[in-house]
């Protein structure tokens, strides 16, 4: 019957089960399962006995088996595949030779024909169960039975994925036949062939298809497309289905990319990516930019077929365009990769016809459009591009500086990511520049400007040498033109233009130059006009009175010819037409040779300028970008600080002097806590400096330690410590060389010739050796000590406190590990270090010397750190120079005996001593009080628990020794005491002798270091004495030696500090002395940490200094009260505003302190959150607070860290609450801003519907309403629920009718207004008001007034008044007075109320 009725492909599979059955082959029977076993082996066997033909008698056979695919087994599925692929390959065979026989019979060509129907249409079937099983068993993750799955697959041989590669290739086979000759060379039916490419594109669905190990099926898949694109006509409707499949399958674009690419260069379909490209220019932006699915699959198509075949997509963009300016920024990105990829491998290089440079021109301009395009993703994309450009040397010279120009402006874009690849384009700018290897702008100045005037001097005398060509050859060359004028005038073609030009001037000489003058400008048409109305005008007059010619095109050509050579410069010249006309030929040729010389000189002068303009420009601009991109090596994003150091590296192998700040600036990035940042600091200075050039070894070790000595010139104490971490690091890796250390002994050494600079750079290097390996300096101690601190240290004090400095970090880093029973590393006190320290600081003392100060400090300390009994040392060194300040006095006393007598012996000496012995006194005096404290709080303390451990350890081995030769009878009766002892290794025991020790330390500083016998007993009246008489002592240098020293003698007991705090901060407030008042804060941070209960009280005093009017002193402040509140030392309260000034400081250094402050203090829980009411409260005070432009600038700031909801909802609620205690419109102003800084979420509009009360009267501010209203424009710029539109629009007409409502009050004096007008600037607080404390406010958050601090009341001070100052504090003190801030510190004014700080052991404080 099948060879009788048509076989027809069905739509479904159903459809094959109903019809007629007359016309139509119709399905008999569907088998059971049962039935398919033997049904199948009998189509078998009727293969083998018919062949491909069988499947006329057995097609419900495979039809049954497809029907219950699901519920058959593995091998019953396989058998069929391969009987099924047995019979195609079959009737392939046959086929190739049937088709060719011209003699076929109909009957057996519709045999054949629905033969090779029915046996597509069970393969395509077959092949979609298949692929539809592998589906499904991808979705199961690892599972045992998916492990019995492989198992089994393996065991059997059979595999899918190979399987379908090969029934592909079958397909592929079937088609490559001329199957129309069943149709009798009629046109295949499209059905049958979307049929069998409906198995590529179902393949290709796959998502794993795109990986490397399904190439194969990959490839053979494109190649079955390919054939029914060649043969078959299948381009329209592949055009449709592949941008289908690009809509909905997002991992196809790639494929497809690859298998247009193939059919466009293998089978010459190049047709086909117009039609795809067309397709998709066709689709609409508005839909696509609905379709974020579908246009990422197209944007990545466009981009993998652009760099593919580039050509080919240049031929059709046209089409594209469109999309660049559609919503969509994926789109715009993929479009501008094509022109990328166009540029860089189609219009490149300098032999482009005049089309393709527009065409070049053109898409260069688009990019660099779109550098500023409105979407970061595209702007950061088209940097990309532009960077790979440059890499690839394809963009032209002339927009160069034009895309340098957009890069640096780019350094300023909020999105992190374009910031990246803005400073990425950079550096490839740099690396790949065309102008020099040395791009410093002094550097090419001076060449510059030597060129420009050689090239002007060129100019003048090219100028004077210019050639004059005879008016009579200018006029014959230009006369056809002119006579074309003439007659396209004189025939009327254009009268009506250029009326304006026909106007004669009154003069017939004036009417001459005017035509000689458009002559000269080629404008011909109006010389004519202009000539032939001067005819008519000026008839009988010079030069219009000429004799008619035969027409009038030649009488006007004939006057226009004697005025043009007639008023020609030439005319003037000494060499007539005849002379010139007169010489030979071998003149003029000898004549042009030397005319063209110096034309061809001024051309490559002019080159040669341009040249050096453009890389002077280049190098203004890299420049430029140093200054931004130095700022952004502390940003937030770690990619971007990466970047930024790998550009500085960059620019520094150019020579671009600006570059050594950033090399730096990148420094304190090494602390970083990102492991990514720290590498990459230590790699950019790995490329600077451990890769010095040079031939040899030695001249390479030269080079670093030159380099490294070049860093360290006129560095900070912080720059020397980073570089300190970095040269560590490279040691302990074994980076540096061993010649290199060689080098720096020798320098120091003086057995090479340096500068005293570069001695003291080399020890510096070695002490920072010695951090990575101590025995760099170990090994060489004695050298250090002969060289440095013998005769020679009075010749440079700075060379031996760097030795001091050496050896001390030697000492730190060679002690064994702190364990219990480790003996702490100490040198004997007759060592020759200590002896060589204590004479050159008793020698030197008596020496005026800037610089043996900080030699002095630096030698106590280490005396301290190293020696055994150190303060005996130093009471030594402080006996002898005592000894010497009163010798000196004495023999003073001799040459002045009529001086007057003073009661103290001190006094007498400062009036007659040298103001510099007494400075070195004082600062000697305090620098070993402070070393003697550390000494006993950190040495002493450690070596008592030292040998507390030890004698414990003890006592338990003898228990132990004592247990073990015992009975048995008596261990048990004593693992009692046994248990004791097992508390005690707990610590019970130790934790109350650590602080019986602990105790022990502060009763020897408390009761005798002070003491009348102790030595420090009979220099402190002399450091007060100085301290409270400054203008007795009015040298600055002493002042400040004596107010430090003050400092660390106050750190030595409590009851000394508590008696001398109101001196301290006096001067602290009154000193005019700006390094006076530093010094003081710096000392009264280190009391607060020490004596926290004494210094508690004069907090307020620390805050008054961050609004010194010297900059160093606020930043020292900013920074010590940085550590203070960081560390919980200083009770934090609305004072902390004073910090959030600093934001707005003039200097930047102190506002990067502020900053750093407040990015640490956001790190601790919902700190800023509970501090922004204080702050906004003294902040927007008009009497102590800031003005309203700083207040703003300030908030932001403050704002940003606020990100959660909670605090969002929290903070709405509350700046609401405070719009009803408001005193003035400038509060009423600063609400509503920082209401505007806030992100509304939906309930945090809730939040201001519930509140609307509070601020209703308020809005007939401008203002005010204007930041309301700004509230909802950012709440509608995030997607939300229609419910809450409705909330927002509500809350928006009740905004706008308040609003409106109080300005019709302003009018009628608020008659009949239900919400009064308040009037703040009238009203008067009441009494209660006036005096309530701010710390009360502000604990409870209900009221936003900073009310006047109340005043301090004595009971013997009561009544009295105090005038108001500018700054006030009453935050953290309730009862603080205004007097506080004037520095007259009375006694009884004192602080006495006191909180105390819980310290957890003196212990803090090593």
């Not at 419900?60 to 019979?87: C, I, N, P, W």
């Not at 839909?287 to 579908?294: Q, V, W």
């Not at 290897?437 to 060449?447: G, I, Q, R, T």
């Not at 073990?964 to 109350?992: C, H």
């Amino acid at each position: 019957m099948a060879a009788l009725c048509e076989f027809q492909l069905p739509l479904a599979a159903d459809d094959l089960l109903r019809g007629d059955s007359s016309r139509h082959y119709v399905v008999q029977e569907v088998l059971s399962v049962r039935e398919l076993p033997p049904a199948i082996a009998a189509f078998q066997a009727a293969f083998r006995a018919q062949g491909a033909l069988a499947v006329l008698q057995h097609f419900d056979t495979v039809y049954s088996l497809l029907r219950h695919f699901r519920a058959l087994g593995a091998a019953a599925k396989e058998d069929a595949l391969e009987l099924m692929m047995q019979v195609v390959t079959h009737h392939s065979n046959e086929l190739s030779t049937i088709l060719s026989d011209s003699g076929l019979s109909h009957a057996d060509r519709n045999a054949h024909l629905n033969a090779l129907k029915m046996n597509c249409y069970l393969l395509s079937g077959l092949l979609e169960a298949f692929e539809m099983e592998a589906f499904k068993n991808g979705l199961v993750e690892v599972d045992p039975a998916g492990k019995n799955k492989k198992n089994r697959t393996k065991v059997s041989g059979f595999s899918w994925e190979d399987e379908r590669e090969l029934l592909l290739r079958l397909l592929t086979q079937l088609l490559q036949l001329d199957l129309r000759q069943l149709w009798n060379g009629l046109v295949v039916e499209e059905e049958l062939v979307n049929l069998l490419t409906g198995c590529s594109y179902r393949i290709l669905e796959n998502s794993n298809i795109g990986l490397q190990k399904y190439r194969a099926t990959r490839e053979a898949a494109m190649h079955l497309l390919a054939t029914a694109l060649t043969h078959y006509d299948h381009i329209f409707s592949a055009t449709l289905k592949i941008t289908q499949m690009l809509q909905h399958f997002e991992h196809v674009a790639p494929v497809f990319a690859q298998a247009v690419t193939l059919w466009a260069t293998e089978y010459g379909l190049k047709s086909i990516v117009g039609e795809l490209l067309r397709e998709i220019g066709q689709k609409c932006p508005q839909e696509l930019a609905r379709d974020t699915s579908g246009i990422k699959g197209y944007s990545v198509f466009i981009t993998e077929l652009s760099e593919q075949i580039p050509a080919l997509v240049l031929s059709n963009m046209s089409v594209l365009l469109r999309h660049l300016d559609g919503e969509n920024y994926m789109m715009r990105n993929a479009i501008l990769s094509a022109m990328a990829e166009v540029l860089l491998q189609v219009l490149n290089g300098d032999q482009l016809e005049e089309a393709a440079r527009g065409t070049r021109d053109h898409f260069l301009n688009t990019l660099q459009a779109h550098i500023c395009d409105i979407n970061g993703f595209v702007r950061s994309r088209v940097l990309q591009l532009f960077t790979r450009i440059v890499q690839d040397k394809v963009l032209p010279l002339t927009q160069f500086l034009c895309v340098v120009s957009l890069a640096v402006g780019r350094l300023k874009d909020k999105s992190v990511v374009v910031v990246k690849n803005a400073i990425q384009l950079l550096a490839a700018f740099l690396s790949n520049n065309p102008y020099s290897c040395k791009l410093s702008c002094s550097d090419l100045a001076e060449p510059l400007k030597k060129e420009m005037q050689k090239l002007q001097e060129m100019k003048d005398c090219c100028r004077e040498a210019a050639p004059r060509i005879a008016p009579e050859e200018e006029w014959e060359a230009m006369l056809p033109e002119v006579r074309a004028a003439a007659q396209q005038v004189l025939q009327s073609l254009q009268e009506e233009e250029d009326e304006e030009v026909l106007e004669v001037e009154e003069t017939a000489e004036g009417t001459s130059e005017r035509i000689t003058g458009l002559l000269r400008k080629l404008n011909y048409k109006s010389a004519v006009r202009l000539t032939q109305k001067a005819l008519w005008h000026f008839q009988g007059q010079e030069p219009f009175s000429s004799p008619k010619e035969e027409n009038e095109e030649a009488t006007i050509l004939g006057i226009l010819k004697r005025l043009y050579t007639g008023l020609c410069p030439g005319e003037k010249s000494e060499d007539s037409p005849c002379d010139s006309s007169s010489l030979t030929l071998e003149e003029a040729v000898l004549e042009e040779q030397p005319q063209e010389q110096p034309q061809m000189e001024l051309v490559k002068q002019e080159m040669l300028v341009q040249y050096l303009q453009d890389a002077y420009n280049f190098s203004v601009k890299i420049t430029e970008a140093l200054s931004l991109i130095s700022k952004l090596m502390y940003e937030n994003s770690i990619s971007v600080v990466q970047e930024a150091i790998e550009f500085f590296v960059t620019v520094s192998k150019f020579g671009v002097p600006q570059a050594l700040l950033g090399v730096r600036r990148m420094l304190p990035l090494v602390w970083s806590k990102e492991p990514g940042i720290k590498e990459a600091v230590l790699n950019a200075y790995r490329q600077l400096y451990l890769s010095p050039s040079g031939d040899s070894e030695r001249a390479r070790a030269q080079n670093l330690v030159c380099s490294l000595s070049l860093i360290m010139v006129d560095a900070s104490l912080g720059t020397i410590q980073c570089l300190e971490e970095i040269i560590s690091e490279f040691v302990q890796k074994d980076e540096i060389k061993p010649a290199v250390i060689q080098l720096l002994w020798e320098r120091f050494a003086e057995k090479s010739q340096c500068s005293p600079l570069e001695r003291r750079a080399a020890v510096m290097l070695l002490g920072m050796m010695a951090r990575g390996k101590p025995e760099i300096i170990g090994s060489n101690l004695e050298v250090l000590v002969r060289v440095g601190l013998t005769e020679k240290v009075y010749e440079d004090y700075r060379l031996a406190e760097e030795v001091c400095n050496a050896i001390s970090k030697f000492a730190s880093n060679s002690k064994p590990a702190e364990e219990k029973n480790n003996v702490p590393f100490r040198l004997p006190q007759d060592q020759a270090l200590f002896v060589c320290l204590s004479e050159a600081v008793s020698n030197g003392f008596a020496q005026p010397s800037s610089h043996w100060i900080p030699f002095m400090e630096a030698a106590v300390a280490l005396i301290y750190q190293l020696a055994e009994g150190p303060e005996k040392i130093c009471a030594h060194i402080l006996q002898v120079c005592s000894q010497k300040a009163l010798e000196n006095l004495q023999e003073s006393d001799g040459q002045n005996e009529e001086s007057e007598s003073s009661p103290s012996k001190v006094s007498d000496g400062a009036s007659s001593l040298p103001t510099f012995l007494l400075l070195h006194l004082v600062s000697l005096v305090g620098q070993v009080a402070l070393q003697q404290v550390a000494h006993l709080e950190v040495s002493v303390s450690m070596e008592l628990r030292r040998r507390r451990v030890l004698m414990e350890e003890q006592k338990t081995k003898q228990h132990k020794e004592r247990s073990d030769s015992s009975s048995k009878k008596k261990q048990r009766a004593r693992s009692t005491e046994n248990d004791t002892t097992i508390e005690e290794e707990l610590g019970l025991v130790g934790a109350s002798a650590d602080d019986t020790e602990a105790e022990l330390i502060r009763s020897i500083c408390e009761t005798e270091l002070l003491d009348e016998k102790h030595l420090f007993s009979a220099f402190v009246p002399l450091v007060l004495r100085i301290c409270n008489n400054p203008g007795l002592y009015s040298d600055s240098a002493l002042r400040a030696a004596a107010a430090l020293t003050l400092g660390k003698v106050c750190m030595i007991s409590s009851e000394f500090c508590d008696s001398h705090l109101r001196l301290l901060f006096t001067m602290m407030e009154k000193s005019p002395l700006p390094v006076v008042r530093s010094n003081l804060i710096i000392a009264a941070g280190d009391l607060a940490i020490r004596f926290p209960n004494h210094v508690e009280p004069w907090t307020p005093h620390l805050y008054a200094r961050l609004r010194d009017p010297c900059q160093s002193v606020r930043q020292t402040a900013a920074v010590v009260m940085t550590h203070l509140i960081l560390k919980d030392m200083v009770k934090v309260k609305g004072q902390v505003s004073e910090m959030a000034t600093l934001l707005i400081d003039p200097e930047e250094a102190i506002v990067g302190v502020a900053q750093n402050f407040f990015n640490e203090l956001s790190n601790k829980d919902n700190a800023i959150y509970n501090l922004l009411p204080d702050m906004i409260s003294r902040l927007s005070d008009p009497d102590c607070g800031v003005d309203e432009e700083s207040f703003h600038t300030i908030m932001r700031h403050l704002f940003s860290y606020i990100t959660k909801d909670k605090q969002t909802e929290s903070l709405v609620e509350k700046l609401c609450q405070r719009f009803r205690t408001a005193r003035n419109e400038r509060q009423y102003r600063d609400l509503s801003h920082c209401l505007s800084l806030l992100p509304i979420s939906e309930r945090g509009l809730h939040k201001l519907q519930d509140n609307f009360d509070c601020f209703a009267d308020k809005l007939q501010d401008p203002a005010v309403y204007s930041y309301f209203q700004a509230v909802l424009v950012r709440f509608r710029r995030a997607p939300s629920k229609p419910e809450t539109k409705a909330l927002a629009e509500e809350l928006e007409q009740k905004l706008f009718a308040c609003h409106n409502r109080g300005m019709d009050s302003l009018d009628t004096c608020q008659e009949g207004g239900k919400t009064p007008m308040p009037e703040p600037t009238k009203r008067k607080p009441t009494a209660g008001c006036r005096h309530q404390p701010l710390s009360t406010a502000n604990r409870d958050d209900d009221d936003f007034v900073t009310p006047r601090p109340k005043a301090l009341r004595n009971k013997k001070r009561a009544q009295k008044t105090h005038k108001r100052t500018v700054i006030t504090f009453s935050s953290d003190e309730e009862n603080s007075s205004e007097n506080e801030l004037s520095a007259e510190l009375r006694e009884e004014e004192t602080p006495t109320k006191t909180t105390p700080i819980t310290r957890s052991s003196t212990r803090r404080l090593r």
